[in-house]
Structures are given as structure tokens and as C-alpha cells.
DNA sequence: TTTTCAATTTCGATATTTATGATATGATCG
DNA sequence: CGATCATATCATAAATATCGAAATTGAAAA
């Protein structure tokens, strides 16, 4: 009955932070503007009108937990998804909350 | 420019705000156990180890946000998963975090 | 109707998250 | 080298989430 969920409780410390990570109306809508292809910081900023501070610090959040990833280009970095299941979250975000067949 | 993300950001607080739900080790556990079927709360309880009143607490803000629902069975709450997002996010934390041909 | 059991609500302490302003870094252009 | 542009880091305050203990509700058994 203990055994019930051995080896749950880790994997659900890591889901959960992987969900918190994602868990903020500021950080979907850079990564709804991210899975339409790469961005640069500046980009981003025009895109949502977020704060420069609150997209970095965003931006950073999303880099700890292995969401997305950077690249520098001359003098401005490039910001793109890496994680597969942030994807696929999305995926189910979009289909639920947007409709299926909105242009966005 | 300005129009690129037009009603996006409403959209962004309520898919925020249901991520955010979800996104907690103990009621990722309990929506582990509810994904496997329905169950009162002292079974909960007993396969989770968490403390009644902390219990309590996570399955209240999951029926707040939507995700679970109650039915009475004699003195007992019987809870269950109600929402089907919900199920596809755990299906993907599930591939995710757990493998893909693991017991549980 | 009194007791009991299942579960919830309330409350206060602590921890985490978020936003914002000021400062700092680091690459490039002149 | 010195100025500048893009972005990050630091510091702090305000908002929010979390947890445990004690008290409460509400249905049913006696």
C-alpha cells in the first residue's frame, strides 16, 4: 500500500516544476510567439509589450528549466523551444482555450 | 503590430491560471491517483501520505479551477477528474517524466 | 437527538513569485 | 579606445501560494 506510488513523489517534484515553469500568462505568450519560429529579445518585447526587465527575467526562467533555448546573432539573441513536452503542452492549451481554428 | 496578439492575452490568464492548477507536486500525485480512477478522500489520504487538511486544500483549488468534481457517496466525498485538458497535460507529463511503459 | 466520522474552513507563519527601477555586461561600431 | 545598442543582473517591495493546528460543518448511526 506504501508502494502504492514509490518513485512518484520525485518525478512529480520534476513535472510540477516543469509546469510552474510554464504556469504564467507572461511566459505562454512568449512561447505562443516562440512557437511560431525564433525570436530576438527586442522582438519579443514589441510583440507582447512586456517590460525589457520582466522578459529577461521571463526569458530566464524558461532557459533554467530547459524550456527554450538562446543563440547570438551579431549583437542580439535569438531565443527558440527546445523542450518537446512544452510543445505538446501548448498543443493542448491552444486546442482548449483558443479554439481550433483561430489564426491568433 | 500592435494587433499580432489581439485577445491573446486573455487567453493567456485563463490558460495561465489553469497551468498554474496543476502545477504542484501534491496535486500532481493526486491527480495521479484520480487518472487511475475515482476516490474519496481518506483514500487519497492513505495512498499520498499528505496531511487531511493540506488535502483538503489542493482538491478545493482543483474543483475551483475546474479540473476535478465531487459526487456524495454515503459520508463520503468521492472525487474525479473533469476536465479533459487535464488529462492530455497529464498524459504528456506522464511520457515525459515517467517513460512510457512504466506500472505506476 | 446525541454522537461520531468524513471532510472542510479558518488562521497565522513562512516561502515563493512577480514587477520595477537602477546598474552592469558584453558585443560592435566609429 | 570610447560610445552605443541589446540584453542581463541586482535589489527590494508587493502579491500569492503553502502548510499545519485548531475549530467547524454536515450526514448518518445509535
Redesign the pocket.
Known sequence: MTAVFDGLPARADQA??FL?GL?????LLILCALAQGER??????AETG????????????L?DEGVID?R????????FIVHPAAVQVMDVLHAHFCGSLQAD
Not at 547570438?72 to 531565443?79: F, I
Open positions: 510540477a516544476a510552474k504556469a504564467s500568462p507572461h511566459r530576438n529579445v527586442s522582438t519579443l518585447i512586456m517590460a525589457p526587465t520582466s522578459m529577461s527575467q521571463h526569458l530566464a526562467k532557459k538562446v547570438r546573432d551579431h549583437r542580439t539573441l535569438t531565443y
